[in-house]
């Protein structure tokens, strides 16, 4: 009964296109890597560093990239990122026209993980700062859900910063994903891939934390924006809002153009054998 009950709901619910299924999937996925993420971010501030530090939200932001992989990983592939995406643009592995339902899922899925994080701590936020969301300073808080500079990084640092750590992940998830390379075991890319985030986390954090993702820091930033801190979120840092966003796009072109120019085009085509049949088989199939 139970089995008959849940393949009526199936043949009723079920979504038949595939692009509505890797919609749903992007979405998840990248609502858990932020309700992870900048959830252990928020742990870390709200409890003055009581309960995390930043190795904790290296481990919360690379377990959240491992479990949104493994949620999406077999319905959309798991980009979560609008700059994977657009390499797999690139090197042919997703038609363009998906591209934008991507993006828009990988950014509602951003948004909606921040309001999930903002519910969950509401009333330690709250307590913390009485109120008043502050973006800069002593008691900001909207560093928890998105990213801003350092003191000493300049604009044109802060962009080169996002294309070589995006431009680092891209090259990675490839070999990671690339069958005719070593690969990673079936099964276990996910692990593989969150390694590769906590790597970038504790070789290229010290700049801006590690956005790396225009989903992942313009989704949040959006949030705050409406939910209390203010259009400050946009002009804090010299207008530092668009760096995480177009210097990933330009670091995921140039991951993918790399390694497609250093590995993938040299890889050896396979041997086709000329198979002619004979009599036998010439019957067999008539």
Not at 264 to 276: A, G, K, T, W
Request: proline fraction near 5%; glycine fraction near 12%.
């Amino acid at each position: 009964m139970e089995n008959d009950a849940k393949m009526k709901m199936k043949e009723r619910f079920g979504l038949r296109r595939d692009i509505f299924k890797e919609f749903l999937a992007e979405f998840l996925g990248i609502f858990v890597l932020i309700l992870f993420g900048c959830g252990s971010v928020a742990q870390t501030v709200l409890s003055k560093g009581a309960l995390g530090e930043p190795l904790t939200i290296h481990v919360g932001f690379t377990l959240g990239v491992m479990m949104a992989v493994y949620i999406a990983g077999g319905v959309s592939g798991a980009h979560v990122n609008p700059a994977v995406s657009l390499a797999m643009v690139i090197l042919g592995k997703l038609p363009v026209k998906k591209f934008p339902v991507y993006v828009l899922a990988q950014f509602l899925g951003a948004f909606a993980g921040s309001c999930a994080v903002y519910g969950l701590y509401y009333d330690a936020l709250m307590e913390y700062t009485n109120g008043e969301f502050a973006v800069t300073g002593a008691n900001a808080t909207a560093n928890i859900f998105a990213s801003y500079p350092s003191k000493h990084l300049s604009i044109i640092n802060g962009f080169v910063d996002q294309v070589i750590g995006t431009g680092a992940l891209i090259l990675c998830i490839l070999a990671i994903t690339d069958r005719k390379n070593i690969g990673a075991p079936k099964g276990m890319e996910p692990l593989c891939i969150g390694l590769i985030i906590m790597a970038i986390a504790v070789s290229m954090g010290l700049n801006c934390g590690y956005p790396i993702n225009p989903a992942r820091d313009l989704g949040p930033r959006f949030f705050t924006a409406v939910a209390g801190w203010g259009m400050e979120v946009f002009r804090a840092g010299g207008c530092w809002w668009w760096i995480p966003v177009a210097g990933p796009m330009v670091g995921g072109a140039v991951g993918a153009g790399v390694y497609f120019l250093f590995i993938e085009l040299h890889h050896p085509e396979p041997i086709q054998e000329n198979h002619v049949q004979d009599k036998y088989e010439i019957a067999t199939m008539s």
